[in-house]
């Protein structure tokens, strides 16, 4: 007698079992790591900067404050954060991806970022904190890997303290056509040819640009954030809508 | 609604008020007495609100958080400019100040003092959000971007580099370099290589 079939998910746009999708995602991430940041330079002109500056602000973090960075890889609003929630706040990095929770231990540590910033691998699924521990938690350019999105959010949900606010970051569906056309060559043509050259990577590339177009839209997103107990939501376009902000709170 | 260009705006902004205000201890002092006070700001034209915040600098917000002490609405930039500039702004008429009054007028008195051209530094306001509302949907969206993204980072290269540490440091601009290199010279060699497969077809479509 065969076992029964394992339910399939997708990863970009291949169908693969659940079971599996973590670890290929893992894959993708332990090759790209040590490029990464030159990869979001490159792919973005330099936008990507401005993306996380926008996120940044509208965190409205302050000094004092417990702030989770989910997926924070390389540490890019991890740096920003402890800043300013100062030597009185605390700052946890978590990421699943051990090559890239490393890279962005090193650079902050390079740069005397120590005091207030913790690093944990953990799954944004479920993830290993009290309840109600966070002001704030931020995913940026993450929630698009995660196999089971709408755990994830409850997760998130639980860890934050009430009057705590989630952040989401991530790629989304470009408003106007032409911009989606353009949009559509250039990360189907450009971008794997680009990881080719740059990091011997078509494949991890190619997997980003489809794995982009599988993410939800910025409505669907947003009720997904109202299903796991988020009030006040909302999201911030930008870039045309390449890109969107996604905030939610926790009353 | 906040958008990416008004909180870029805004930075540019701040950044340039508290790199004036690094090399003015006096003025720093006096801005400790208001630690913590926080003054809405709405203009009319072009459409834009935001918070000014004085901490251990001063942070200008495009969202509030809790109620601020005062709020002081204006018609367009240019009044802001004079009321900040002016020696005796009249309260009513074409600003309007609510709440804490007296803070207003002490942080338009410091901002006087302040060594900075306010027409100068307000036009950071003034160019890009009212571009961003002309320009198209695509041009508001790509390319303009991209120009503020380079205005944004000539103006406060510095503030970049010292306060958020977004510009990468002297080693990443190197290894990004030897990265460029490297990639100068693989598409060179794929040139070469494309080029010598070109002759090679050309030599065998001849011997056809």
Known sequence: MSAPKDPLTHFGYQSVPVGDKAHKVAEVFHSVAARYDLMNDLMSFGVHRLWKRFAIELSAARRGQQVLDIAGGTGDLARAFSRIVGSTGRVVLADINSSMLSVGRDKLTDQGLVDNLEYVQANAECLPFANNSFDLVTIAFGLRNVTDKDAALRSMFRVLKPGGRLLVLEFSKPVLEPLSKLYDLYSFSLLPAMGQLVVGDADSYRYLAESIRMHPDQATLQGMMETAGFERCDYHNMTGGVVALHRGFKF | ?208
Not at chain 2, 3 to 21: D, H, M, S, Y
Not at chain 2, 75 to 96: K, M, N, S, Y
Not at chain 2, 107 to 113: E, F, G, K, T, V
Request: charged share 30%; proline share 2%.
């Open chain 2, 1 to 208: 609604m906040a958008t990416l260009p008004q909180v870029l705006a805004l930075k540019a902004l701040e950044g340039i008020i508290n790199r004036t205000l690094r090399y003015d201890a006096g003025t720093r002092t006096r801005l400790s007495a208001l630690h913590g006070r926080r003054v809405w700001v709405q203009l009319e034209r072009p459409a834009l609100s935001f918070l000014i915040r004085l901490d251990d600098r001063v942070y200008l917000h495009a969202e509030a958080d809790g109620r601020p002490d005062a709020t002081v609405e204006a018609a367009t930039v240019e009044l802001l400019r004079q009321a900040v500039t002016g020696v005796d702004f009249a309260i009513g008429g074409p600003i309007q100040v609510r709440g804490d009054t007296g803070l207003v007028q002490q942080l338009s008195a410091i901002a006087r003092d302040l060594d900075l051209d306010w027409e100068e530094a307000l036009s950071q306001l003034m160019g890009d959000v009212a571009a961003h509302r002309l320009g198209s949907q695509v041009r508001g969206a790509l390319s303009f971007g991209r120009r503020l993204a380079r205005t944004f980072f000539q103006n406060s290269g510095e503030f970049l580099r010292e306060e958020m540490e977004v510009v990468p440091v002297r080693w990443e601009v190197d290894e990004f370099h030897h990265d460029i290199d490297d990639l100068r010279a693989d598409t060179d060699r794929l040139d070469a290589r494309l080029a010598r497969l070109g002759k090679r077809l050309d030599a065998l479509e001849s011997t056809v």
